[in-house]
């Protein structure tokens, strides 16, 4: 099995019941055949029954090339790496525990690093999947919550654009890790503490021409499952605050001028917001301006107010 190994996918989960099963059954169902990848499963702490959900899953399908291991260090970077340190294959795609690739997802991934071996890195859309339909304020400017990418229909070199491969769809060979380091264990969600950058950070040490090597395809897509329970103000709330945290971690070993610059632009637009609202009311949309406001609001909250986490 380990010379026709290509791709290993890599699950950071932690209290998913509700949806790792689906995640899972989008993996079986993948055209690439099981000798040529392998999933791998972080429990990272559950606390609920999503292990119990993974081990009844591999009871039901023991030809499934499913390894689960616990990381004992709360975060979805310690996860994540954990995955890559344990992981066999020369190609690693991660995926988040709520989120279902289509059938044809991983034989797509390996056949586009096969086409081009220049590239690092790919990333593809996310496309969400509102389990308790989608609400009214929903706009584009709320596709971090929901883990929504779109960067339309060419694909291109993602860092040229100012963008970047997000969580439910990485897919990196080996020596991208090798040559840029893992992810960072400071950032990136602690359990319930919904911080953010990881993917931000280790993306931006990729310079010069090495950002070529990171590539878009919009056609290798997955589906993001997002429920009533990432979309109430509470959640929505944490999740800001979480950003703007995630935001002040990665400058706070930078110098005073990158820092103020990171202040400064997160500051503004979190006060554009305003203007955004006011754009909403003109044209009737009163629950979209409410919700942008607040939005603001809680990141400027989270910018200034709020104290710096412990590492």
Request: with cysteine; charged share 25%.
């Amino acid at each position: 099995m380990a010379e026709s190994l290509r791709i290993s996918v890599v699950i950071a989960t932690y209290n998913r019941e509700k949806y790792i099963g689906r995640a899972l059954e989008g993996l079986r169902c993948q055209t690439l055949d099981f000798s040529e990848f392998e999933v791998l499963v972080i429990d990272n702490n559950c606390s609920d029954s999503t292990m119990q959900v993974v081990e009844m899953f591999a009871k039901a399908y023991p030809e499934f090339p499913l390894r689960t291991m616990q990381e004992p260090k709360q975060g979805l970077s310690h996860g994540r790496n954990r995955g890559v340190n344990e992981s066999r294959a020369p190609i690693l795609t991660f995926l988040d525990d709520d989120a279902v690739a289509p059938p044809d997802f991983l034989s797509k991934a390996v056949g586009y690093l096969d086409a081009r071996p220049e590239l690092m890195a790919i990333g593809g859309k996310i496309i969400p999947e509102f389990v308790d339909g989608k609400p009214d304020w929903y706009t584009r400017y709320y596709w971090g919550v929901t883990g929504q990418f779109d960067a339309g229909e060419a694909p291109g070199a993602m860092l040229e654009w100012g963008k970047f491969p997000c969580g439910s769809n990485m897919t990196f060979r080996r020596e991208f890790f090798n040559q840029f380091g893992l992810f960072n264990p400071n950032l990136g969600r602690k359990g319930a503490i919904l911080l953010a950058g990881e993917e931000k950070e280790l993306f931006g040490r990729v310079k010069g021409e090495a950002r070529r090597s990171v590539w878009y395809y919009p056609d290798l897509s997955v589906r993001h499952l997002v429920d009533n329970q990432k979309l109430n103000p509470h959640y929505l709330k944490k999740f800001c605050i979480g950003f703007a945290l995630g935001e002040r971690l990665e400058v706070a070993e930078s110098s005073w001028p990158i820092r103020t610059k990171r202040y400064l632009e997160f500051s503004s637009k979190s006060l554009g917001t305003l203007i955004l609202a006011l754009g909403f009311l003109l044209r009737g949309e009163a629950q979209k301006a409410s919700m942008i406001v607040r939005f603001g609001a809680w990141i400027f909250e989270g910018l200034w107010f709020k104290p710096m986490p412990k590492p």
